[in-house]
């Protein structure tokens, strides 16, 4: 028998203010998309900014439904919209931005399971790691891979 141990590895920073100004303009775009969203079930409203390495940004927010189920979390909304009409241009940076009912969330936003996985899939996708900017008004998380966020993960190599 032997004990593995994975270790997954992030920055933390304190404001956007020490971010790269493209890096800051993702974020930006993350916390003001997220003022539409649809959520009313939750009230937590989530924003996240893709940028592509072709240099585009495209967002998308939470968009909740009366059957639970069938709503979708802000970053596959990003993510699929920006794979769906730019299928040749790998994925660089998501940006992510979360409210409740007390205004942005303290600590960072994070992706939830299903989001992480379709993130590993764009990865996998394009052959290149996708930066997560993971935003919160007291902290600032910048994670380079999702193996940071999904490690042990299943992707296409496992079929
Ligand atoms: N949500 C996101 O959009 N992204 C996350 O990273 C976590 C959760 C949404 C799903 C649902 O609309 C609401 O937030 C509460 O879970």
Request: aromatic fraction near 6%; include cysteine; glycine fraction near 6%.
């Amino acid at each position: 028998m032997e004990r593995k141990k994975i270790a997954i590895e992030y920055i933390e920073i304190s404001s956007i203010d020490e971010l790269t100004t493209s890096d800051a303009y993702l974020v930006a775009k993350a916390r003001e998309v997220a003022n539409n969203a649809w959520a009313p079930y939750s009230k937590f409203l989530v924003g996240a900014a893709v940028e592509l390495t072709n240099g585009k940004v495209i967002t998308g927010n939470n968009q909740e439904n009366a059957a639970y189920p069938s709503g979708l979390c802000a970053e596959r909304v990003a993510l699929f919209a920006a794979n769906a009409n730019y299928p040749n241009s790998p994925v660089k940076t998501i940006a992510v931005t979360a409210f409740n009912k007390n205004g942005q969330t303290k600590t960072p936003a994070k992706p939830c399971g299903s989001c992480r996985q379709a993130i590993l899939e764009s990865e996998l996708r394009f052959e290149h790691p996708i930066r997560l900017i993971l935003d919160g008004a007291e902290q600032i998380h910048i994670v380079e891979g999702i193996k940071n966020l999904l490690p042990l993960s299943f992707g296409k190599d496992d079929l």
